[in-house]
T-cell receptor, first 112, second 110 residues
């Protein structure tokens, strides 16, 4: 079945440093979504990417979808303590958004 | 709009028992998905219901089952609980494409 690998598993940064997490799928995806889960919380939707090579920005966050639609990345510029949490990518294929395969997530901690 | 609600929030059971968890989606959402979250395996898809029909299913044993009612509320049931079923069970209702997660039910099996 479809597998989504995400690296790194953990990342600790100093406040102000940049952060990137990478996601790779074993199969071509129809779209990829990104979620953030704060400690003790539940995943919250950040964004969806659909087109090959798509790049979207949300303030300090930049999301990319690879040309082959098998990989994606999330880059945070100048991290803040509010960025702490686990970032998950989730892919779907076959046109269904309702069977998402999640990566295991990257836990980001930020030292003030 | 009220968010996704799940009850109960915490549950302690013993091996061999069964458990039923409940999820109320956001008003107007007809799709409800269930996930199991554990530190080792991350978020794993259990199943998805749409208009009272199971539309997608993950790779979990038959001890895990679910259903959806006409008002879109959903329940999942786990029979013959095992220690490995201890996890956070999350339900999500779907909007146009994103999923809105509830706070989860923390199940501990002793």
């Amino acid at each position: 079945g479809q597998q989504v690998m995400q690296i790194p598993q953990y990342q600790h940064v100093q406040e102000g440093e940049d952060f990137t997490t990478y996601c790779n799928s074993s199969t071509t995806l129809s779209n990829i979504q990104w979620y953030k889960q704060r400690p003790g919380g539940h995943p919250v939707f950040l964004i969806q990417l659909v087109k090959s090579g798509e790049v979207k920005k949300q303030k300090r966050l930049t999301f990319q979808f690879g040309e082959a639609k098998k990989n994606s990345s999330l880059h945070i510029t100048a991290t803040q303590t509010t960025d702490v949490g686990t970032y998950f990518c989730a892919g779907s294929s076959g046109g269904s958004n309702y069977k998402l395969t999640f990566g295991k997530g990257t836990l980001l901690t930020v030292n003030p | 709009k009220a968010g996704v609600t799940q009850t109960p929030r915490y549950l302690i059971k013993t091996r061999g028992q069964q458990v039923t968890l409940s999820c109320s989606p956001i008003s107007g959402h007809r799709s409800v998905s269930w996930y199991q979250q554990t530190p080792g395996q991350g978020l794993q898809f259990l199943f998805e219901y749409f208009s009272e029909t199971q539309r997608n299913k993950g790779n979990f044993p038959g001890r895990f089952s679910g259903r959806q009612f006409s008002n879109s509320r959903s329940e999942m049931n786990v029979s013959t609980l095992e220690l490995g079923d201890s996890a956070l069970y999350l339900c999500a209702s779907s909007g146009e494409y994103e999923q809105f997660f509830g706070p989860g039910t923390r199940l501990t099996v002793l």
